[in-house]
């Protein structure tokens, strides 16, 4: 499982910053890359399902598991309404919120990996501190 949460985390990480780099380049130049954009974005919101699933069935990561699991359903869905919501003047309001709750995703998924990561380490740390003494008596 280590390796998965190692790849997701990897994935989420490239994939989600040519997310925002594809958005940006949209924002600012007008160069509309919007179709590979969702498709990075529907990547990220993949990987950090998965890793929510993984932090949901372990002890210590529950609560943040279930935060990411909503969170992987929330971006897509305001990705793909963001265009029709406060359309006008004060538009910047949401394009500025979807590129934080983007953002978001990514800090999300870094933050489960390493954490996930980090309690496997302390496991395996004190699982050998345990049975070194049993093999020296
Ligand atoms: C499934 C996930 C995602 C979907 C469906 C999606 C969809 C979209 C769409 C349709 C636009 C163009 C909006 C318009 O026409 O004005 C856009 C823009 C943008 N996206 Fe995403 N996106 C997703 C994930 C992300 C992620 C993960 C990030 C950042 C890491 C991000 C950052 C941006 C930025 C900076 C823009 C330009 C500003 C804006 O219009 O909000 N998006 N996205």
């Known amino acids: 499982m280590t390796t998965t949460v190692r790849i997701l985390q990897g994935i989420t990480g490239i994939v989600g910053l040519g997310a925002l ?10 160069i509309d890359l919007i179709s590979l954009h969702k498709l990075f974005g529907f990547i990220v919101a993949l990987g950090l399902l998965v ?13 943040l598991g279930v935060i990411g699991v909503v969170y992987a359903f929330i971006l897509p869905v305001f990705g793909l309404s963001q265009a ?29 990996g390493t954490r996930y990561l980090r309690l496997k380490q302390t496991a395996a740390r004190t699982a050998s501190q345990v049975t070194v003494p049993e093999i020296g008596r």
């Open 51 to 63: 890793m929510s699933l993984v932090a949901v069935s372990t002890r210590g990561m529950r609560l």
């Open 21 to 30: 780099v594809l958005g940006l380049l949209f924002w600012i130049a007008n």
């Open 84 to 112: 029709t919501l406060l359309v006008g003047d004060l538009h910047w309001l949401i394009e500025t919120a979807h590129m934080l709750v983007g953002i978001g995703a990514l800090a999300l998924a870094g933050i489960m």
